[in-house]
Structures are given as C-alpha cells and as structure tokens.
C-alpha cells in the first residue's frame, strides 16, 4: 500500500524547534519529488516547502524561508522538516505530500501530525 | 507568487444540484491546476489534475476545465458525500499556492 506517515509533532514554545518526519512505503520513494503542507486551526493549505527526488533542489515559502530546512534520506525512504524560531503562526497540522511525476498535482498526502507553538 | 483567488468562499446546496466553484490565476499557469478535496479532520484528495483529468477512482460527475488563468470545478450532480471543502492549487512556478478554498454545504 503506498503510504505517507508523519510523526514528530508536539507542543513547543515560541523561539524553540522541531523537527517532523514523513515515512514513506509502498513507492519508489527516490523518484519523487516530495513537499510539506500545513494548515492552521479553521484555516486553509499552505504549502510550505519542495524538495527534488535527488536532494538537489529545495524551495520554500516565503513564511518559513530561512527558518524552516526541508531534507531527505533516500536509503530511509523518509522526508524531514526541520523547523526553528517557531512562533504562534507555525501552529498548525503538517502534511507531508507526495508531487506526481507525470502530472500536475499531489497524488498521495499523509494524515498529518499536529504542531502547537505555545507559551 | 501567483495568487488564486476562489469563488465563492462558501456555497449550500441540495442534492442532485449542479455547482460550480471558480479559480482565477493572477497570471497564466498553463494547465498547471489542480483540485483537492477535503473533509473534516482528514488529508486533502486529488479530484482534478492537470485542470482537466479525473483522478483514478473519483466519480465521473467531478469535472474540471480553463487554461491560463481561469479554471472551474463542476459537480454535475451531488452526493452527500461531496460536502466538503475545495481548493484549488497552481504547481506552475514556486512558490506552489492554494485558493483560500471553497465550503461546500448542504442545503
């Protein structure tokens, strides 16, 4: 079964940092292109950050440029984000997504873990 | 970054109604458009990719169409388990963008 699984979520105070994982199984994880999306509480998607099947290329939105690192382990089949100088607006559920190779979309998405910057 | 703009913002409607929500481009992103799907505590589900082409296993009355920088999603028909939330999404040019999404409500 292809699958997406976040983990990593958590309660965290402003200014400090986490790091998220999405495992991935059931696909050629090496041959996508993968990306985080999150959502604020009653709010809509964000995109947040891309990076290439290889690695070698990594985009991000302008709110967590600089902040936020989008990386992966291909051997591990896992993407990562890690996430600093957290502050109110970063709460939200992150989705891990999988980019289609052949077409313009987001084919497989994770269910999502929970991040809540609070004091 | 290319902005889109949905409309509307939120719609009723009854079963076996016909709808139709809108995704404009602030500029031209091909047929780089997708569609999304969501419920309630749950991931997003691709309906529409390409701007046009039905995703495997969604239902025929999901259609989608427009080019450049106007694009629709139409439901010919609803079924309850259609209400939900809409977003479109360019993956034309990063930054990638989603439309503010469309609430889909029962009549």
């Known amino acids: 079964e292809v699958q997406l699984v976040e983990s990593g979520g958590g309660l965290v105070k402003p200014g400090g940092s986490l790091r998220l994982s999405c495992a991935a199984s059931g696909f050629t994880f090496s041959s996508y292109y993968m990306n985080w999306v999150r959502q604020a509480p009653g709010k809509g998607l964000e995109w947040v950050a891309s990076v290439s099947s290889t690695g070698n290329h990594i985009f991000y939105s302008d709110s967590v440029q600089g902040r936020f690192t989008i990386s992966r382990d291909n051997a591990k089949n896992s993407l990562y984000l890690h996430m600093s100088s957290l502050g109110a607006e970063d709460t939200a559920v992150y989705f891990c997504?999988?980019?289609?190779?052949?077409?313009?979309?987001?084919?497989?998405w994770g269910q999502g873990t929970v991040v809540t910057v609070s004091s | 970054a290319i902005q889109l703009t949905q409309s509307p913002s939120s719609l009723s409607a009854s079963i076996g109604d016909r709808v139709t929500i809108t995704c404009r481009a602030s500029q031209g992103i091909s047929s780089s458009l997708a569609w999304y799907q969501q419920k309630p505590g749950k991931a997003p589900k691709v309906v529409i990719y390409?701007?046009?082409s039905l995703q495997s296993g969604v239902p025929s009355r999901f259609s989608g169409s427009g080019s450049g920088t106007d694009f629709t999603l139409t439901i010919s028909s609803l079924q309850p388990e259609d209400f939900a939330t809409y977003y479109c999404q360019q993956s034309n040019t990063y930054p990638y963008t989603f439309g503010q999404g469309t609430k889909l409500e029962i009549k």
């Open positions: 997504a999988r980019e289609s190779t052949t077409w313009h979309a987001f084919d497989i």
């Open positions: 390409d701007a046009s």
